[in-house]
C-alpha cells in the first residue's frame, strides 16, 4: 500500500471542513461550498495561535517529526534549519493575491488592523505562542528530550505562514527585533511591494516567482492588480543587489504553469539568486477547493522542469528532496 508523502498529510488536522465540493475556479470571485466560519475561529481550528491582533504561529508537521526523530524538513538538508527549533510565524493575515494553489483560506476577507502591534511585542507573543503550542509534545513516548527542550528556544524565524508579509508596516523592524533574540530570519514574499523589499535585511529572503508570464500570473494568482506583475519584476532588480542569501521559489502546478522554462530562466536572471527552489504544489487545504489532485507534479516531473531552467539560467542542481518533491538549483556549484 503507498503511503502519503509527509508534506501531503499536514493540512489533514482539518477534520472540521466539510466533504469536499468542487468549485469554478475560473470564476472572478471563488466562494467557498460552505458558510465560513470568523477568522479567529477557522484559524484555531487549523491549529493557528493568534499572537496579538494580527499576527500568527502554527508549528510545522516537520517540528513535531524532528522532536520525535522522524526526519527533519528540506529545510535542514538544504540550508541547516533545525527543524524543531523553527517558528512558523505571519506578522499579518492579509494578502493581495488569491493563489489556486494556496493552502490557506484566502476566500475568507481579512480586514486591515485599525492599529498595528510593534514589532517587539509581536516577537515576544510569537514565542510564547510557539512553546505554548508545543507543550503537548511532551506526551509522546517516542520524542527526544534533548530536542523537546531545545525547541522551547527557537533560533529560527520563518516569516511565511499565511497572508502577505510585507504588508505589515514595520517590517524591517520586526525583522531586527528577532535577529536581536538571536534568531535567523527566513523571509518569504510574493514580490509585490518592492518598496519595502529594498528596506528589509533578512539572512535569507525568498520571492515566489509562480508564472512566466502576466496571462498566467492573472489566472494563477488572482492578483488584486493586474499592476503587481510590473512590481513582482521590480522585485527580482532590487533582489539582485541585497546582501542577504536569495533564493527564488516557483510551485509547479501540472497543466497550469509547468512551460515556457526559458521564461522562467529569463525572469530568474533579473535576480540573480544564489539558490532556486522548484518545487510541486501539493493538494493540501483549501487548495483543494480550486485544484484537483491531479494538479500535482511527481517528482520525477519536477525534476525533469528542473533540469530544463537550469539549462537555461546556467545553474546546476545540487540537491533535492523527494518526500517533498523539491529542487535546489544553485548559481554555485558547492551549494552552501
Known amino acids: 500500500m503507498l503511503q502519503m508523502p ?27 461550498p460552505f458558510e465560513p466560519p ?44 533545525q527543524s524543531h527549533r523553527c517558528l512558523q510565524m505571519t506578522p499579518t493575515l492579509m494578502c493581495n493575491q488569491r493563489c489556486l494553489f494556496c493552502w490557506r483560506p484566502i476566500e475568507i476577507s481579512v480586514p486591515t488592523p485599525d492599529e498595528w502591534d510593534y514589532p517587539k511585542k509581536i516577537v515576544e507573543e510569537s514565542i510564547a505562542c510557539q512553546r505554548k503550542l508545543i507543550t503537548g509534545f511532551g506526551g509522546s513516548e517516542i520524542a527526544i528530550k534533548e530536542r523537546l527542550i531545545e525547541s522551547y528556544e527557537p533560533n529560527n524565524v520563518a516569516i511565511s505562514l499565511s497572508g502577505e508579509p510585507t504588508l505589515y508596516p514595520y517590517l524591517p523592524e520586526l525583522i531586527e527585533e528577532y535577529k536581536i533574540m538571536g534568531f535567523k530570519v527566513f523571509l518569504v514574499t510574493n514580490g509585490t511591494n518592492p518598496e519595502m523589499l529594498t528596506k528589509v535585511s533578512p539572512s535569507q529572503l525568498y520571492m515566489s516567482l509562480d508564472a512566466p508570464d502576466i496571462e498566467t500570473y492573472l489566472k494563477i494568482c488572482k492578483p488584486k492588480s493586474a499592476v503587481l506583475w510590473k512590481r513582482i519584476n521590480e522585485s527580482l ?8 542569501r536569495t533564493v527564488i521559489r516557483t510551485t509547479l502546478i501540472k497543466g497550469e504553469n509547468m512551460f515556457r522554462s526559458e521564461r522562467y530562466a529569463e525572469m530568474i536572471k533579473k535576480a540573480s539568486p544564489d539558490f532556486v527552489e522548484i518545487k510541486a504544489y501539493m493538494h493540501l487545504g483549501f487548495s483543494r477547493f480550486r485544484l484537483d489532485r491531479s494538479s500535482m507534479p511527481t517528482h520525477v516531473e519536477v525534476l525533469e522542469f528542473s533540469k530544463e531552467i537550469a539549462k537555461y539560467l546556467g545553474y546546476e542542481i545540487v540537491d533535492e528532496s523527494e518526500i517533498s518533491r523539491v529542487v535546489l538549483l544553485s548559481k554555485n556549484s558547492t551549494g552552501l
Open 38 to 81: 470568523y477568522l479567529n475561529t477557522l484559524m484555531r481550528k487549523q491549529g493557528y495561535a493568534l499572537a496579538g491582533r494580527h499576527s500568527a504561529v502554527k508549528t510545522c508537521l516537520w517540528l513535531r517529526h524532528a522532536i520525535n526523530g522522524q526526519g527533519f524538513c528540506y529545510k535542514s538538508k538544504f540550508y541547516g534549519v
Open 6 to 32: 509527509l508534506e501531503e498529510k499536514k493540512e489533514d488536522l482539518e477534520e472540521d471542513l466539510p466533504t469536499i465540493q468542487k468549485v469554478n475556479r475560473n470564476e472572478e470571485n471563488t466562494h467557498l
Open 237 to 244: 532588480t532590487i533582489l539582485r543587489e541585497k546582501k542577504s
